[in-house]
């Protein structure tokens, strides 16, 4: 079974320029979650879909950040601009989504480098 | 606010022996917990989950145990192997699972051969 894929793995952009990132989920995965990780934190959501839904926005920076699930599969990322506190590593994760099974599971997850 | 905390940045202990690594979270609406092992330049894979109706998962050489009245969870591992290295989230969602998980900062564990 194939897992979560991610590009570009990685990223360096100056801030204030814009950027995107791409995640393919693994097949059947009806929920899709956008994951930022700071160096020396946990993971934090941004958003979560279920299916083409938006499920939970409430960390999403919106001034700056979208994302979209076209026809409920691959989802992209994006930030315009940049600021250098958006340094991290992106982390895309998928899961079933039904009741009772909660495990999702991680793409490589892309680091972004704003300078 | 952390609402999972790992209080514990690193641990490192010998191989062959038991490693123990803790978990407390201040939401009492949490009702499933999971850990989570990420190596360097990967994402974290699921390892073990436990849901508030039990005390104790065990899957192999880890079990999970926990305590709800301390909300307090810990993950061991016996025996310890050396590639058991890596960092373990902690993470703890709502009903039953079915809501956005919230990660602990990470314990690097360091398996010491």
């Known amino acids: 079974e194939a897992g979560v894929a991610q590009s570009p793995r990685y990223k360096i952009i100056e801030k204030r320029q814009s950027v995107a990132f791409w995640c393919n989920p693994i097949?059947?995965?009806?929920?899709l979650y956008w994951y930022q990780q700071i160096l020396g934190q946990g993971p934090k959501l941004l958003i979560q879909?279920?299916?083409?839904?938006?499920?939970?926005d409430s960390q999403l920076p919106k001034d700056r950040f979208s994302a979209e699930r076209l026809k409920g599969v691959d989802s992209t990322l994006k930030i315009q601009p940049a600021k250098l506190e958006d340094s991290a590593v992106y982390l895309c994760?998928?899961?079933?989504?039904?009741?009772?099974?909660?495990?999702?599971?991680f793409g490589q997850g892309t680091r972004l480098t704003v300078v | 606010d952390q609402q999972v905390k790992q209080n514990s940045p690193s641990l490192s202990v010998q191989e062959g022996r038991i490693s123990i690594l803790n978990c407390d979270y201040t939401?009492?609406?949490?009702?499933?917990f999971l850990w989570y092992k990420k190596y360097p330049a990967e994402g974290p894979t699921f390892l073990i989950s436990?849901?508030?109706?039990?005390d104790k998962n065990e899957d192999g050489r880890f079990t999970v145990f926990l305590n709800k009245s301390a909300k307090h969870l810990s993950l061991h591992i016996v025996p310890s192997q050396p590639g058991d290295s890596a960092v373990y989230f902690c993470?703890?969602?709502?009903?039953?699972?079915?809501?956005?998980?919230?990660f602990g900062t990470g314990t690097r564990l360091t398996i010491i051969p």
């Open positions: 097949s059947g995965h009806a929920t």
């Open positions: 994760a998928s899961s079933l989504g039904a009741t009772g099974n909660t495990e999702a599971f």
């Open positions: 993470a703890a969602s709502g009903l039953f699972g079915n809501e956005k998980l919230t």
């Open positions: 879909f279920q299916n083409n839904g938006v499920v939970d």
């Open positions: 939401n009492s609406m949490f009702d499933y």
């Open positions: 436990i849901s508030s109706i039990k």
